[in-house]
C-alpha cells in the first residue's frame, strides 16, 4: 500500500540528484527560515520539505504532476491536514515500549499499540469515505481509492476479533512439545474455541501454593513468556509494518501540509504567492512579477519589497549599486524562487516564469574561517573549483560578491575570467558585484543584463533592484557622515 | 608574609580580575590558545571546563611592572624539570583530596539524613591523612633546595614553619592514633531474606577453608580454578552504612573518637596551602603547554616590559595557536621579526593573500598579552609595551538578523574602537574595508590611519591598500614575501619593505584552474 503524490506512481525510485553543497545553499539562500516556517516543530515536514527542496526536478510533466496534487490540497486543505494528523500521531505510539526483558507487559502493549494503529485506520477510511468525491488530482483519487479499498469492514473485523482474545496475558491458551530429556519445547499460543470452557472446566487441576510456592509461581510466569514470545514478536512485526505505512503516508502528506503552512503565512503578511511556469531546460527568458526574498518576509513579519524582470536570451545578470541596497535579498529571492518552482512549490512572487536548470550553485562571499592556514582567496577560489567540477551546462550560478577578498584590480580580472568561461560554456550566472572593471568588461555585450539598487536623489535607498549599468560613485561618505561626523567622532 | 604565588603583595591579589575573555580573544585566537589549558577532554569529543578554576588568571593582563617580573621570575625558576615535578605531584595531590573533601562535606550536611555516617567520616580520615603525607613529602622535597625566586622562597618558607606549627603537629599525631584503633575492629553478620545481623566476630572459622579442607581430597588435578567475579562497585552504599553502624554499637569508643576528629578536622586544608597548590598550576599548566613546541625548536623568551613605546622589538616571534595545531614540526612556522623605534608605532602589513598578514597580525597580540600574564612568550628576544588594553578589527559575516550593511558594520566597530583607544592600547586591524570600492577603501582607510595616528596607539594594519604603508613617520610598511623562482610559492616571511603594489592573485587562480582557458577546458570535456 503506497501513496504516489511527490511522484508519479513507477517515478519514485528515480528521484532527482540531490543538490551539491547543500549547506551553502541553505545558509546563503537562508532556506532554513522557509522550511522552519513549513513545518513549524514538526521535523518530518521540515525534513520532507528540505529533501524535495534540494532535489529540483528535472522535467515540466513531473513538477506539474506535484503542481496538480498542490492545487488539490489547496483546495481541500482540511482533508489533508486531516490524515496528515492521523498519520503523525504515529509518534505518540513509541511509548509502547517492546523489548524481551519483561515479556508480558510486552505482550499487552503490543496488543495496546495494535489496537491504536487500527483506530488510526478507521479514521483514515473515515475521512476517505467522506471526501473521496472532492478530490480531482491523480494522486490524491489514488490514495483515496486504495484507503477504501484495502480498509474493508471485514479486514476491521477480523483485527478486532484477535486484539479481543489477547486482552489477559494470564489467561492463555499454549501447545507445546517434548524435546530433549522430555522437556516442553516448540510452544505455541493457540486461539480458544467457542466453547472451549465446557471442555477445559472438568480436566485434572494442580494449584500453586502461593504462600510458600515462589519458585513454583517463577516456574508458570517463564512458562507463560516461552507460550507467548513467538505471538508478542508477530504482534511487533506487524506494529512495524503499520508505522512503517504511517510514516510513508505522513512524508508523503508532509510536503503538502508544508506548502499550505508557508503559503497560509505569507498570505497573512499580505505577500503575493503563485504557481510558477516552468520553460524547458533551453531557454534563457526569464520573467516575473514581485519576486520577493521570503526568508526576509518571514523574518521581518512584514510585507518587503518586491522586483520585476523581462529578461529574454540572457545568460549573464550582473547587479551593481549601493551597499544595503537590496542586491543580496534580490539573489536570495531569486535563488529560493528557483528551487521552490522545480519542486512544485509556490514562489514568494504575483508570477514567476522561469527556465528548468540542471541545479542552483552559489557562490557567496564567506567570513574568514578560522582554520589559518589558507587565505581567503585561497579559500573562494577553492570553492569556486569545486563548483566548477560539479556545474555544467544548464545549470544556474548565484555569485555574491565573489572574489573580493583581494583587492579590486585582482578580483576583477580572476571574477572576469571565470564569468566568462562560465557562461560561454552554458551556465546562467547572476552576479552581484563591487568590482567595477569586472561589472564594465560585458558592457554591450547582448546576453548580458546590466541591474543596478535603486538610490533616490536624496541618498535614500529604495531596495529595488532595476536595470541599470554600474555607476562608479561610492557610498561610503554616506555611511562616513551618519556614523562618524554625526556622533561628533572624528576619523 | 607569603600570600599568593601569583603576586606579591595580597592587595594585589584581591583586585577585581575579568572573569570572562577580553573580546579581543577571538580575534587572536587567544581563546584556542588557553582551550587545552582551560578544559579537558571527555572522551567522545566533548571538552569540558576544568573545574581548577585559573580562567580569571588567563584573561587578566597585569598593568604593573613589578607584579609581571615576580611572576616571569616564578616561571624561569621552574623551567627546572625536577623542581617542576614536585609541584605537579603536590598539586595534583591536593587538587584530588580538595575535590573528595567537597564530597564528604556534602553527604556530611546533606538533607538526606543517612548520608551522615560512618562511612562518610572514615572518607574524612582518609582524606586528612593523605593531605599531612603531600604536606610532609613536600617539605621533605624542599628541604634541600635552593630557591631563588620571590615567590617560590616565600612558599618554602611558609610550608616549613606550617608544618612544624603545633596545630598541624597535633593533627598528624591524632590521625595516626585512630588509624591503630580502627584497624582493631572485626565482626560478623547474618542475611536471612531480607534480614542482616551483626555482631563482633567471635572466632568463628573460615567456612570456606573448611569446605576446601573436606572436599580437596576428591581432586583429579584438574588445574582449572573457577572463581565468580562479582564487582565492588555496585555495592549499595546506604546498606552498607546500615551495618557499620551496627558495628559502631560494639566499639562505641572508637567511633566516639572518630565523631570528634572530624568535628575537629571537618576543614583541615591550609588556605594558603590550597591557594599556593591551585595557582601554581598557572605555571605548570603554561610550561606543559608550550614543552613539545620547544622540542620541535621553537624558540620562547622572557620579555622586557616597557612603560613607553620608544624602542619595542621581538625576534623571531610566532603566532602560537598555529604552531600548537601544527605541533610545531619543524618547517610549519615560520617565525617573523618586527620592529618600532620612535616615532614608528604602526605596522602596516601588505603583499600576497595567503603570505601569513594575518598570522602576523596575531602574533603581535598574541604576545603582548602573554607577556601581559607574565608567561614567556614565543621569540627569542622581546620588549615589549605594558598596554591598558588590546583592541581588534577583524572582519565578521553579514548577518541578516541585524539587516545591516557590512560595511556600515565596519565603519560603526571602528567608531567604537576608536573612542576606546588611548595612547596605552594596542590595536590590531584586519582586512577592513573590503566589501566597498576601491575608491571608498581608499578614502576611509586614510581617515582611519590619520585616526590612529591621532590617537597615538601601537597598531598592526593588516591591508590591501598599499598606500596606507607610506602614511606617514608613524608607518613601518612590512611586506609578505614569495619565492622569486616559484610566485605562487608563500615563504611566509614578513620583512620591511616598502609595498610594492604586486599580488599573485593570479597565480593562485591558475594553481586552482580557474584561468578563462583552463576552465573553458574543464567545462567543454562535460
Not at chain 1, 66 to 91: C, G, K, S
Not at chain 1, 209 to 216: D, L, R, S
Not at chain 1, 443 to 458: F, H, I, K, M, W
Not at chain 2, 190 to 195: R, S
Request: net charge negative; proline share 3%; charged share 25%.
Amino acid at each position: 500500500m503506497r501513496a504516489y503524490l511527490m511522484y508519479q506512481e513507477g517515478r519514485e525510485q528515480t528521484k532527482p540528484a540531490f543538490s551539491y553543497a547543500p549547506d551553502a545553499l541553505e545558509s546563503d539562500l537562508e532556506l532554513q527560515r522557509i522550511l522552519k516556517c513549513m513545518a513549524g516543530d514538526d521535523k518530518t515536514i521540515y525534513d520532507a520539505c528540505e529533501d524535495a527542496l534540494l532535489r529540483p526536478m528535472q522535467s515540466v510533466e513531473a513538477i506539474l504532476y506535484r503542481q496538480t496534487v498542490l492545487r488539490d490540497a489547496m483546495q481541500n486543505p482540511e482533508a489533508v491536514r486531516r490524515m496528515y494528523a492521523i498519520a503523525a500521531a504515529a509518534d505518540q505510539n513509541n511509548k509502547y515500549f517492546l523489548s524481551a526483558t519483561r515479556l508480558a507487559e510486552t505482550f499487552a502493549n503490543a496488543v495496546e499499540l495494535l489496537k491504536r494503529y487500527t483506530k488510526m485506520l478507521r479514521d483514515l477510511r473515515e475521512v476517505a469515505d467522506r471526501k473521496i468525491s472532492d478530490f480531482t488530482s491523480e494522486g490524491f483519487k489514488n490514495l483515496m481509492e486504495m484507503l477504501r479499498r484495502e480498509l474493508t469492514d471485514e479486514f476491521f473485523a477480523q483485527v478486532q476479533e484477535h486484539l479481543t482474545e489477547m486482552r489477559d496475558v494470564d489467561n492463555i491458551l499454549v501447545s507445546a512439545r517434548l524435546g530433549s530429556n522430555l522437556l516442553s519445547t516448540d510452544y505455541t499460543l493457540r486461539r480458544k474455541e467457542k466453547g472451549f470452557w465446557l471442555k477445559w472446566n472438568l480436566t485434572p487441576s494442580y494449584s500453586v501454593n502461593a504462600e510458600k510456592g515462589a519458585e513454583e509461581l517463577e516456574d508458570i510466569r517463564k512458562r507463560r513468556e516461552r507460550a507467548i514470545s513467538e505471538t508478542t514478536s508477530v504482534m511487533t512485526q506487524s506494529a512495524m509494518f503499520l508505522e512503517g505505512f504511517f510514516n510513508m503516508l505522513r512524508s508523503e502528506l508532509a510536503f503538502y501540509v508544508g506548502c499550505l503552512n508557508l503559503t497560509d503565512k505569507l498570505r497573512e503578511l499580505g505577500m503575493p504567492v503563485c504557481l510558477p511556469s516552468l520553460l524547458p531546460a533551453d531557454s534563457m527568458d526569464r520573467s516575473w512579477r514581485g519576486l520577493y526574498d521570503v526568508s526576509l518576509a518571514l523574518t521581518k513579519g512584514e510585507p518587503v519589497v518586491g522586483n520585476d524582470l523581462d529578461a529574454a536570451g540572457k545568460c549573464l545578470y550582473i547587479i551593481t549599486g549601493a551597499n544595503q541596497g537590496g542586491k543580496s535579498t534580490f539573489l536570495r529571492s531569486l535563488g529560493q524562487a528557483q528551487l521552490m518552482a522545480q519542486c512544485g512549490m509556490p514562489v514568494g512572487a504575483e508570477s514567476f516564469t522561469a527556465p528548468i536548470r540542471s541545479g542552483v550553485f552559489v557562490h557567496f562571499k564567506r567570513e574568514e574561517e578560522n582554520w589559518m592556514k589558507s587565505g581567503r582567496l585561497d579559500e573562494e577560489l577553492t570553492r569556486m573549483s569545486r563548483i566548477a567540477d560539479h556545474l555544467g551546462a544548464g545549470a544556474l550560478l548565484l555569485m555574491n560578491e565573489s572574489f573580493s577578498s583581494t583587492n579590486e584590480r585582482e578580483g576583477s580580472e580572476i571574477c572576469h575570467q571565470v564569468t566568462k568561461a562560465l557562461v560561454e560554456n552554458g551556465v546562467e550566472v547572476f552576479s552581484v558585484t563591487h568590482l567595477y572593471a569586472f561589472a564594465t568588461r560585458f558592457l554591450g555585450d547582448s546576453r548580458t543584463q546590466y541591474l543596478r539598487a535603486q538610490r533616490r536623489e536624496d541618498s535614500q535607498r529604495t531596495f529595488k533592484i532595476l536595470p541599470g549599468e554600474p555607476l562608479e560613485t561610492a557610498y561610503g561618505e554616506d555611511l562616513y557622515r551618519k556614523i562618524f561626523v554625526e556622533q561628533g567622532v572624528t576619523m | 608574609m607569603f600570600y599568593s604565588i601569583l603576586y606579591p603583595r595580597r592587595e594585589q591579589h584581591e583586585q577585581p580580575r575579568l572573569e570572562t575573555e577580553p573580546d579581543y580573544f577571538g580575534d587572536l585566537n587567544l581563546d584556542q590558545i588557553f582551550q587545552p589549558i582551560l578544559t579537558e577532554e571527555k572522551g567522545f569529543g566533548l571538552k569540558e571546563k576544568k573545574t581548577v578554576g585559573l580562567e580569571s588568571f588567563f584573561y587578566t593582563p597585569l598593568q604593573d611592572i613589578e607584579a609581571i617580573t615576580y611572576r616571569q621570575e616564578v616561571m624561569r625558576e621552574l623551567e627546572d624539570e625536577n623542581l617542576r615535578a614536585v609541584f605537579n605531584g603536590f598539586a595534583y595531590t591536593v587538587y584530588g583530596i580538595q575535590m573528595f573533601v567537597g564530597m564528604v562535606h556534602d553527604a556530611l550536611t546533606s538533607l538526606q539524613r543517612w548520608r551522615d555516617n560512618y562511612i562518610t567520616r572514615g572518607q574524612l580520615l582518609d582524606c586528612v591523612e593523605r593531605y599531612i603525607a603531600a604536606v610532609d613529602g613536600l617539605c621533605a622535597a624542599l628541604a634541600g633546595m635552593n630557591l631563588r625566586s620571590d615567590g617560590l622562597k616565600g612558599f618554602a618558607g611558609y610550608l616549613k614553619d606550617y608544618a612544624a606549627s603545633d596545630a598541624f603537629t597535633a593533627m598528624r599525631s591524632r590521625a595516626k592514633k585512630l588509624r591503630e584503633q580502627l584497624s582493631t575492629v572485626e565482626y560478623c553478620m547474618l542475611i536471612k531474606h531480607g534480614v542482616i545481623r551483626v555482631r563482633r566476630y567471635e572466632g568463628q572459622a573460615d567456612r570456606a577453608k573448611d569446605i576446601l579442607a573436606i572436599f580437596s581430597k576428591f581432586s583429579q588435578g584438574q588445574t582449572r580454578d573457577f572463581k565468580f567475579h562479582v564487582t565492588d562497585e555496585s555495592r549499595d552504599m546506604r546498606m552498607e552504612a546500615i551495618v557499620l553502624n551496627m558495628v559502631a554499637a560494639y566499639y562505641k569508643d572508637i567511633f566516639a573518637d572518630l565523631d570528634k576528629f572530624c568535628e575537629k578536622y571537618y576543614n583541615f586544608i591550609d588556605e594558603t596551602v590550597s591557594r599556593f597548590a591551585r595557582e601554581i598550576q598557572f605555571y605548570l599548566s603554561w610550561l606543559d603547554y608550550i614543552a613539545p613546541l620547544r622540542q620541535n625548536g621553537l624558540q620562547f623568551c622572557y620579555p622586557t616590559i616597557k612603560n613607553d613605546a620608544r624602542a619595542l622589538y621581538c625576534r623571531a616571534g610566532f603566532d602560537l595557536a598555529l604552531a600548537y595545531r601544527t605541533r610545531g614540526e619543524p618547517g610549519a612556522i615560520v617565525p617573523n621579526d618586527f620592529e618600532l623605534n620612535a616615532p614608528e608605532r604602526i605596522l602596516v602589513i601588505t603583499g600576497p593573500n595567503q603570505g601569513g598578514k594575518t598570522t602576523f597580525a596575531r602574533a603581535f597580540g598574541q604576545m603582548h598579552h602573554l607577556a601581559s600574564l607574565g608567561l614567556c612568550v614565543p621569540g627569542r628576544e622581546a620588549a615589549l609595551y605594558l598596554f591598558d588594553t588590546i583592541l581588534t578589527h577583524f572582519e565578521r559575516e553579514e548577518d541578516i538578523n541585524t539587516l545591516n550593511g557590512k560595511l556600515q558594520d565596519d565603519l560603526v566597530r571602528l567608531r567604537e574602537l576608536l573612542v576606546r583607544a588611548t595612547s596605552r592600547s594596542i590595536v590590531i586591524i584586519n582586512e577592513i574595508f573590503v566589501s566597498t570600492t576601491l575608491t571608498d577603501a581608499l578614502t576611509l582607510g586614510t581617515r582611519m590611519m590619520d585616526a590612529l595616528a591621532a590617537k597615538n596607539v601601537i597598531a598592526v594594519v593588516v591591508t590591501f591598500l598599499d598606500e596606507l604603508a607610506t602614511h606617514g613617520p608613524e608607518t613601518v610598511s612590512m611586506m609578505t614575501t614569495v619565492d622569486p623562482e616559484d610566485p605562487a610559492r608563500r615563504l611566509f616571511k614578513i620583512i620591511r619593505k616598502p609595498p610594492d603594489g604586486l599580488a599573485y592573485a593570479m597565480f593562485l587562480s591558475s594553481k586552482h584552474g580557474l584561468t578563462y582557458e583552463q576552465l573553458s577546458g574543464r567545462l567543454k570535456k562535460k
